[in-house]
C-alpha cells in the first residue's frame, strides 16, 4: 500500500521527467543551412536596439543581425545614437528620394534581395539599415546564391514587425527617432549558474540523507521486532506495506517510453491553455511537496512531535496528523498565490521552492532496488535526452525538448517543471533554468548508494555515497561549461551527468569486487524471523 502523497508525487514524476536540460538562452545562432561564403560568413547574433523618442530614452528592442556586412559593437558605450530615417521607396529597392547624412535607414522587407538593399542603402549615404520584417518573429538574412555584390560596409539589422511599425509611426508623426546597435557578449559565467549548481547538488544532497535515514530506522525497527520474533512483525510483514515505490525494470523502460509520449503530446498542444493544466498539476504537486517537507521539518523540533504523531481520521485521505492538516492549508495558499502571481518578476522563488520540495518528496517516495534497475533507468533517461534535444530536429525541424521547455507558441515564459534562477549579471537577461529530470534521474542512484552505504554500514570513503554524489556534482559542473562554450545554446544534462555518475558506480563496483552484489541484491535485507525458525529447524 502506497500513501496518498506518494500517488500524487508518482503522478507529477511522469511530468517532472519530460524536461531534462540546462538552458541560458541563446544570443549567437550558428545556421549550418543558410549559405556561407567569403563577405557573408557572420553568425546570427541578437542585436539589441535601444532608441530615442525627441531625446527622451524609449522602448528597447530586440533585432538579428545578417550573415552579411561588418560586426556590429559589443559594448553599449562604444556604440553611437543615430537618427532614423524611412525609406523612400520604403523597399529601398531602388535609390532613396531623400538625401542621407549617415542615419540609420528604416526599410520594408520584400521586392529585392536583402544584400541588395544594404548595398542601395550603403551607397545613400546610411550608416546602417534596419529591414521590418512582415512578421513579428525574426528571421535570418542570407545572401542569395547568385549574388556577387556582397562586400557591404554598413551593418544590417532585421526588426519583427510590431518593433519596426512602432518606430515608423513616431518618425510619421514628426518625432525625431535615434538608436544605438549593439550586441554585447555574455559573460562566461554568471552567477545564477553557481546558484542553480548548489540548488541541484544541495536537493540531491537531502533527498539522499532523508531517504537514507528513512531506510536505517525502518531497518532498526525490524531489527528490533526480529529479536522479540513479535507477531506484530510477522503480520506487518505480511500486510506489505510500504511507504514507497520501487522501480522496476519494465517500470523503468515503459517510464522513459511514457514520457516521450507526453514530451510530444505538450509539443503538438503547446497553448496557452495547456501551460494553464501543467500549472495546475505543478501546484497540486508541489503542495504535497511542501507539505510532506514542512511536516518532517516540524517533526524534528519537540513542541511539534506530539501534533505529528496524534492522528485524525479524514474522510478520503484515511488517517492524517494533526501536523500535516495544520500546515496543508499554508501550502495550498502558496501554491495558488505563485499559480496566480506566477508572471511577476519575483515568482521564480515561489517556482523553485514548489519545485525543490517537490523533487524532495519524490526522491524520498520513488526508489530504485538494485544497480540494475538504475542503470537501465538511467541509460533509458540518457537516449531519451539526447534524442529529443538533438535527433528530434531531423522530424520535427526543430529541438522538442528546448521548444517545450521555453514554451514557444503558448505566450508563457515556459512551463513550470524546472528550476530557474535570474541570469542577474547577464546584459540579455533571461533565465539561467535545469530540468525536474536532470536532478531526480541522478538523485534515485545517488540515494540508492547512501542508502546501500549506511544498510551495510560502509564508513564515508568506503562507501558509494561520496563518488557518486562528486560525480553528480562533476557532470553538471561540465554542464555548464558546455552551456557557456556553445554561447547559450540548450543542452542535454542527462549527455554529461549519467557517464560521470552511473561510470564512477560501476567502476568503483568492479572495482571493489561487489558489482554483482550492487547490481542484483541491492540494499541488504532484514531477514524474516519466521524464515530464520525455519531455518533453525532445519538445522
Not at 552579411?68 to 559594448?75: A, I, N, Q, V, Y
Request: proline content about 5%; glycine content about 8%; some cysteine.
Amino acid at each position: 500500500m502506497v500513501s496518498l502523497g506518494a500517488t500524487c508525487a508518482l503522478c507529477c514524476s511522469v511530468f517532472i521527467m519530460l524536461v531534462t536540460f540546462s538552458l541560458a538562452g541563446d544570443i549567437v545562432h550558428p545556421d549550418n543551412i543558410a549559405p556561407r561564403r567569403p563577405g557573408c560568413d557572420n553568425n546570427f547574433v541578437l542585436v539589441k536596439v535601444p532608441t530615442w523618442i525627441d531625446g527622451v530614452e524609449s522602448c528597447e528592442y530586440v533585432g538579428v543581425g545578417a550573415r552579411f556586412g561588418p560586426t556590429l559593437e559589443s559594448k553599449e558605450k562604444h556604440a553611437n545614437h543615430t537618427k532614423v530615417a524611412i525609406a523612400d521607396p520604403p523597399d529601398c529597392c531602388s535609390k532613396p528620394k531623400n538625401k542621407l547624412t549617415g542615419e540609420v535607414i528604416l526599410v520594408h522587407r520584400g521586392q529585392c534581395s536583402f544584400t541588395t538593399k544594404a548595398n542601395i542603402a550603403e551607397e545613400a549615404g546610411a550608416s546602417a539599415i534596419l529591414i521590418i520584417n512582415y512578421r513579428t518573429e525574426l528571421f535570418k538574412m542570407v545572401c542569395e546564391q547568385n549574388e556577387t555584390d556582397v562586400d557591404i560596409g554598413i551593418p544590417a539589422v532585421m526588426l519583427p514587425q510590431d518593433a519596426g511599425e512602432n518606430l515608423e509611426n513616431h518618425i510619421l508623426n514628426k518625432s525625431i527617432v535615434s538608436v544605438q546597435l549593439y550586441s554585447p557578449l555574455r559573460p562566461l559565467v554568471d552567477v545564477a549558474e553557481v546558484f542553480l549548481w548548489l540548488m541541484a547538488v544541495g536537493t540531491i544532497l537531502c533527498a539522499s540523507y532523508w531517504s537514507a535515514w528513512t531506510a536505517r530506522e525502518s531497518s532498526i525497527e525490524q531489527e528490533k521486532l526480529l529479536k522479540d520474533a513479535s507477531d506484530e512483525y510477522v503480520n506487518a510483514d505480511n500486510a506489505g506495506y510500504s511507504a514507497y515505490v520501487e522501480i522496476s525494470t519494465a517500470a523503468a523502460i515503459s517510464f522513459v517510453l511514457l514520457a516521450s509520449c507526453f514530451l510530444v503530446m505538450l509539443y503538438k498542444l503547446m497553448a496557452s491553455w495547456f501551460i494553464e493544466v501543467l500549472v495546475v498539476l505543478f501546484c497540486i504537486g508541489g503542495v504535497e511537496g511542501l507539505q510532506t517537507c514542512l511536516v518532517a521539518l516540524l517533526s524534528c523540533f519537540r513542541w511539534f512531535q506530539q501534533p505529528a504523531q496524534t492522528f485524525v481520521k479524514v474522510p478520503f485521505f484515511g488517517a492524517v496528523s494533526y501536523l500535516t492538516v495544520a500546515v496543508t492549508p499554508f501550502c495550498i495558499v502558496f501554491a495558488v498565490l505563485w499559480g496566480v502571481y506566477r508572471r511577476v518578476s519575483f515568482a521564480w522563488i515561489g517556482q523553485d521552492i514548489l519545485g525543490i520540495t517537490l523533487i524532495i518528496t519524490v526522491l524520498q517516495i520513488v526508489r530504485i532496488p538494485n544497480l540494475k534497475v538504475g542503470t537501465v533507468l538511467l541509460s533509458c533517461a540518457f537516449l531519451y535526452d539526447i534524442f529529443w534535444v538533438f535527433v528530434s530536429k531531423w522530424w520535427f525541424h526543430e529541438s522538442v525538448m528546448i521548444v517545450v521547455a521555453r514554451g514557444d507558441r503558448s505566450g508563457e515564459d515556459g512551463i513550470p517543471m524546472l528550476l530557474k534562477i535570474p541570469r542577474l549579471f547577464d546584459p540579455w537577461g533571461g533565465y539561467s533554468i535545469i530540468g525536474f529530470g536532470d536532478i531526480i534521474l541522478p538523485g534515485l542512484l545517488v540515494a540508492f548508494s547512501l542508502r546501500y552505504d549506511w544498510l551495510a554500514k560502509k564508513k564515508l570513503k568506503e562507501g558509494y555515497f561520496l563518488w557518486a554524489m562528486t560525480a553528480y556534482g562533476l557532470g553538471l559542473l561540465i554542464t555548464y561549461v558546455a552551456l557557456n562554450l556553445m554561447d547559450g545554446h540548450g543542452q542535454p544534462a542527462l549527455l554529461y551527468i549519467v557517464p560521470f555518475t552511473l561510470g564512477t558506480f560501476l567502476s568503483l563496483g568492479k572495482k571493489r569486487g561487489e558489482l554483482k552484489v550492487l547490481w542484483t541484491r541491492g540494499e541488504p535485507k532484514i531477514p524474516c524471523p519466521h524464515i530464520q525458525e525455519d531455518q533453525s529447524t532445519n538445522q
